[in-house]
């Protein structure tokens, strides 16, 4: 239903088990990749977990002004600390059903998306605001272990679609509720597409393109200033770097730009 310009959802909902089941598998996945980081001790490891898991849901309904539907039942707390202990302490066991584990992710941060974005449109908020608690609903408890663990968020560097596997889902939810499907039914489909998006691109390693831009520019100025230095410890005189452009650089990279290339 529309509503001055507005999408009025009815919020998709799942069963409590499965709800708690996409948080376990959050919570594991959180903790067997803290396991893995020297000096942190038992409690450490089970706190990122716990973030991990309930982190995302946590965040969209502070988002949206709301008490956290994570802290108003023990179960989820109870459920995210045992599955944190489980990724802590079986962690090789884990890795030989790690295909399991990332279906189950990518189901899950399907299952987050769906609810968070009609959680959203059910409260009156305008489509591109819900698409976008959605997304953070899906992925926030990823940016919170990154964050805890004092590392580059993985959800802002090159690497197998995530974000946009969520992104893509709630849009193709929200478009469905526009055209007068059952919510329940768009959840499903919303789901479904996150799901596969998020596959496809861990199987065929499908990723966005890196931006270099900025760091071609910054490596050709660091050459620059190392030469006009060079050659003024033989000659004595200074000569400031200028920028320059090559007509063709748009086209043709320098294999020095890239510092990853293999020499």
Not at 41 to 48: F, H, K, R, S, T
Not at 127 to 145: D, E, H, N, S
Not at 172 to 185: H, K
Request: aromatic share 4%; charged share 15%.
């Amino acid at each position: 239903m529309r509503k001055n310009g507005r999408v009025l959802a009815d919020t998709f909902s799942i069963p409590l088990a499965i709800d708690l089941v996409a948080v376990g598998v959050g919570s594991l996945q959180g903790a067997l990749f803290a396991a893995g980081f020297r000096r942190i001790d038992l409690l450490g490891v089970a706190i990122i977990g716990i973030a991990s898991g309930i982190g995302g849901g946590f965040l969209r309904d502070i988002l949206l002004g709301i008490a956290p539907a994570t802290l108003s039942v023990n179960h989820y707390l109870l459920v995210a600390t045992g599955a944190a202990f489980i990724g802590m302490l079986l962690p090789r066991l884990l890795q030989k059903v790690d295909p399991v584990i990332t279906l189950l992710d990518a189901l899950s941060i399907g299952m987050f998306g769906a609810i968070g974005v009609t959680k959203a449109l059910a409260m009156g908020l305008p489509i591109v605001p819900a698409m976008f608690i959605g997304t953070v609903a899906a992925v926030g408890g990823g940016v919170l272990r990154d964050v805890m663990l004092n590392i580059p968020i993985g959800l802002m560097h090159v690497g197998s679609l995530y974000a946009v596997a969520s992104l893509a889902g709630v849009a193709v939810l929200v478009a469905l509720q526009l055209l007068g499907v059952e919510v329940l039914v768009a959840g499903i489909v919303c789901v479904v597409v996150t799901t596969a998006v998020r596959l496809l691109s861990v199987r065929f390693g499908w990723s966005l393109p890196e931006q270099r831009a900025l760091s071609r520019i910054r490596l050709r100025r660091q050459r620059q200033v190392e030469q006009a230095i060079e050659e003024a410890l033989h000659t004595g005189a200074i000569t400031l770097p200028h920028e320059s452009r090559d007509p063709d650089d748009g086209d043709r990279d320098d294999p020095r730009d890239d510092p990853g290339r293999e020499r």
